[in-house]
């Protein structure tokens, strides 16, 4: 019998989590250290080290995390089947050390191999370990959206100390020590895992009883075979598509297409009740795009304008560019808690908002953050410059937008899919952080500074971005309050 779906034991008390959440707490706190560090640096490390155009630069970084986020699909489906949840986070683990070594070595076509190699990793790892955390619970359970959020605070935790010693490292050490020093996280997330895994999670993330990993002889060897010969043809595909971001993220794009029709028509074959359930996690699933598009400004345009156009001090105290990456796990650290123990006391009342409610004010939130940086940079530059309180302020906003949509996200896909599809689905929730980031690279095309531009010429082109994202927030966001009455009755379908 596949243990991977059974839910672990759990205390008879309804407000204590699971200890097992712990485990995959501290593994993903110290993954997100390593791959965060990596975020920090990266947009400036193609601008200022390898001198790529803003255009350039933005749809490179568009690829990568397209195919970042891509890859989750096949490797959730890899974990269902075949490896289980445990070995697919220590395959993916010790893949994103070799990544970050690699990118650390110097020369463009070194780089783009290492980012070929995290692709890889992040597809074995990251659907899996919020797979296993989607086990701990029972159906219904009242604690499973407050332990998401305590999952998602130990991400956040992970992210909020690269952005206050990356910009120091580089300038004193180089550039390839902002990389390795991402490998010493991954290395502690790793570590952590393997030691915790058999007393804590047991059989939970197991291999499938029935996966050819389990068996001796020819079907074990042929497997592992396609397998690693697979990641290595990743790669070099992965490779070349950096060669070429503008028709890799169109292509991207139009994969979306096919990976909904897909899923789609697993849905059509599932019985009535299930049906809804999977069509309105779905339909949810497609409105998070337009918001992580517009999120994900976070790495590239928010932070090349808090580089040419922010004062760089706050309350006195030097904040550079990269810093300004503190401010989102910063705030995500100290409303996770709030929101974790808000959800379950009311959902005891049953008054806690539906999960389409959620999204769309998520929606609103990050509408409201860029309607934040538009007044700022349009209405009180000075020479070019403004303060950083409005890039502090909007993150606060975006923040709290975020909580609203993406661990409640994260416990919707295990809630609302049947269980032989939950990794597929999880997968599919990562896929559409893909076909996001595709779109979000065409959108920081909008604040595209030509070399040599003036501070002032800087600061017009980013408060016309900003215009641009808060509209767009506004009408997705107008959408999402629309369907919420719909997708309710979809979700309380029996």
Not at 112 to 132: D, E, Q, R, T
Not at 211 to 232: E, H, M, Q, T
Request: charged share 10%; glycine share 8%; proline share 5%.
């Amino acid at each position: 019998m596949d243990t991977t779906t059974h839910p672990a034991p759990t205390t008879s008390s309804q407000t204590k989590q699971p200890r097992a959440l712990y485990l995959l707490f501290f593994t993903e706190l110290w993954e997100r250290f390593g791959f965060y560090t990596l975020q920090t640096i990266l947009i400036l490390y193609m601008s200022k080290a390898l001198m790529f155009s803003d255009h350039k630069a933005y749809l490179l970084y568009a690829t990568f995390s397209a195919l970042l986020y891509l890859m989750p699909v096949i490797g959730g489906y890899l974990a269902d089947n075949y490896l289980g949840y445990q070995r697919a986070i220590i395959i993916g683990g010790f893949l994103f050390i070799l990544g970050y070594v690699i990118s650390s070595l110097p020369g463009e076509q070194t780089f783009f191999y290492g980012l070929s190699v995290l692709v890889c990793a992040n597809g074995l790892l990251k659907p899996n370990v919020s797979s296993i955390v989607g086990t701990l619970y029972e159906e219904h359970d009242p604690r499973r959206e407050g332990g998401f959020t305590l999952f998602y605070m130990g991400i956040n935790i992970g992210a909020l100390i690269p952005p206050l010693i990356a910009g120091f490292i580089v300038r004193e050490y180089g550039w390839h020590m902002g990389f390795l020093l991402a490998a010493v996280g991954m290395t502690l997330g790793i570590i952590t895992f393997i030691i915790g895994k058999k007393p804590l999670l047991g059989h939970h993330g197991a291999t499938p009883s029935d996966s050819p990993l389990l068996k001796k002889g020819w079907p074990r060897i042929r497997f592992n075979s396609i397998f690693y010969l697979g990641i290595l043809a990743c790669i070099a595909l992965f490779n070349v598509a950096f060669d070429y971001p503008v028709i890799s993220n169109e292509i991207l794009e139009g994969a979306g297409v096919l990976v909904f029709a897909t899923v789609f028509f697993l849905m059509f074959k599932q019985p009535p009740a299930v049906r809804n359930k999977m069509f309105a996690a779905t339909v949810l699933i497609i409105i998070s795009i337009g918001f992580w598009a517009l999120y994900n400004q976070t790495f590239t345009s928010l932070m090349l304008y808090a580089e040419r156009n922010m004062h760089k001090e706050i309350l006195g105290i030097p904040l550079d560019a990269e810093a300004t990456q503190f401010f989102n796990p910063f705030f995500i650290i100290l409303f996770s808690p709030m929101l974790s123990k808000l959800w379950t006391k009311l959902s005891r009342r049953n008054t806690n908002p539906s999960v389409p409610t959620k999204f769309a004010l998520g929606i609103l939130f990050v509408c409201i953050g860029f309607l934040i940086l538009f007044i700022g940079t349009r209405y009180f530059g000075q020479n070019g410059m403004t303060s950083a309180w409005w890039l502090a302020i909007s993150y606060l906003v975006q923040t709290i937008g975020e909580l609203l949509l993406s661990p409640i996200g994260l416990a919707m896909i295990t809630e609302l899919s049947p269980k032989h599809l939950v990794g597929m689905m999880m997968g599919v929730w990562f896929f559409a952080l893909s076909v996001a980031s595709a779109f979000s690279g065409t959108l920081s095309t909008f604040t595209d500074v030509p070399k040599g531009a003036s501070a002032a010429a800087a600061l017009t082109i980013y408060s016309h971005g900003f215009f641009i994202f808060t509209m767009i927030a506004l009408v997705l966001g107008v959408v999402a309050f629309a369907l919420i009455p719909f997708l309710n009755r979809m979700i309380a379908s029996d």
